[in-house]
Structure formats: C-alpha cells, structure tokens
C-alpha cells in the first residue's frame, strides 16, 4: 500500500514582504533626508552672526543670558554684529579710513631707508596711489615664490606702517619675457601669481586684515621697461604693493557683501 506523499503548499507571494521592508526603509530614509535639508533661517543666521562676531574681535562673543541662546526667545543681540561689515569692509574701515597717500609714502621711505638705498624697493606715485616695488634680486629666488630674508625684513617694516592706516593694498606679481616651464610653474602667470600671494599670505602673518587686500599676476604683461636687455628683464621682474587711495579703492574695489 503506497503511502501518499504531503503536499508542500509553496507561496509564490513571499516577495511581498521583501517589497515591503524595502518600501519602509525607502520611506524612513527620504524622511531623514527630509528632516535635516530643513534648516531654521533664524537660527542659521544668529550662528553666523556669532562665527563672524568671534573672527572680527578675537574672541567668542557671549551672545545669550540666562536660559537664551541663538534662535531661542531671550536670547540678546550680539555686540558688534550691526557694525561688523563697516570693520571690515575694504576702504570704508571707521577705526582706520584711508590716509593720505603721500603721508604713508613718507612713513615708508623712513622704514625703508636701507632697502630703497641697495635698490631692493623703490617707491613712486601713480594715479591709483602709492607704488612699492619690490625687485626680484634680492627677494626671490629665480623662478621661485619663496621670498628671501631680506625680503622678509622689508614686508615686516610695510605691514608695520599699514597697520596704522586704513587703505587698500593690491599685491600685483609681474615677470620678464622669458618663457618658464617648471614642474612647479608651468607659465610666468603661474609664478607671477604665487609671488603676490606669498606676499599676502606673510602680510596677513604680520597682523595686515585680509579683507583689505587682493592679489593678482600679470606675468610679462605689465613691464616697466622694453625686455630688450638684461638690465631691463631684472627690473621688470618684480612684486608691486599698491596702496590704493581712498578715491580709488571705492571706484574700483567691489564693496564686502
């Protein structure tokens, strides 16, 4: 007598509930995304406020009193937020407006007395303001944006002087005509612009806003002289600090936002 044999009832639906964990997860994770792409404008600007209160005066503000804070009812206004962009706003600064470009001229030819006399520096005016030239010889290497320690020395003396004014400093780095290829700088635009902003980089060490100031590389572009001699490459190889006067530095400097 044959034994029959149970049938095994197989669910062809089992994928249903597969589907749904998939679904559930699916939702869970588009709701967190959801959650956290929510930002309170309040809330965020009240941090930033705080982040650029800290940058400006040195230290973190105290922003709240007791059972306050940023974005909470009782929180009190940050000191000094209202007047933050005037502080640091390039040439409209209400500590140290812009002084007069002649005045900082004859600060700087007192400072600089031996740079200018060993040709290191020299100085002139122009119709955006004060022109401080810094020769390559003596303050770069050939082909190098490292700055020399005689190079060093003469930026220690120009910050000093800036500190006490207000105006606006744009470090312009210019080459001679001779085409440069270097695993490091693959044109003179290249060098031109990592000279001035080294320049910066070593101003802003020495306590200079970097608010105040811009960088630019005009490579070969911009020469003083004809790049028909060696005397006339060597003095168009160099780093101008050009501190602007207060006309100029409002017609042409875009205001900070």
Known sequence: MRRRRKQVHVSHERWLVSYADFITLLFAFFTTMYAI??????????????????????EVPAP????????????QPLAGVENLKNSVMP?????????????IKARLEARLQSQVQNGLVNMSLDGRGLVVSMREAGSFSTGSADLSSAALAALREISATLKDVGNVVRIEGHTDDVPINTL???????????????????????????PRMSAAGYGEFHPVVANDSDAGRAMNRRVDLVVLSPKVSEREEPSAQ
């Open 64 to 75: 709240m009193r007791k059972g306050g804070g940023p974005g909470v009812q009782g929180a």
């Open 91 to 103: 040439g409209s600064r209400s500590v140290l407006p812009g002084a007069d470009i002649d005045d």
């Open 184 to 210: 490091r700088y693959r044109s003179n635009f290249e060098l031109s612009t990592a000279r001035a902003t080294n320049v910066i980089a070593y101003l802003v060490e020495q306590g200079l806003e970097a």
């Open 37 to 58: 792409s929510t930002v309170d404008a309040k809330k965020m600007s009240d941090m930033v406020g705080s982040m650029q209160a800290a940058f400006a005066n040195g």
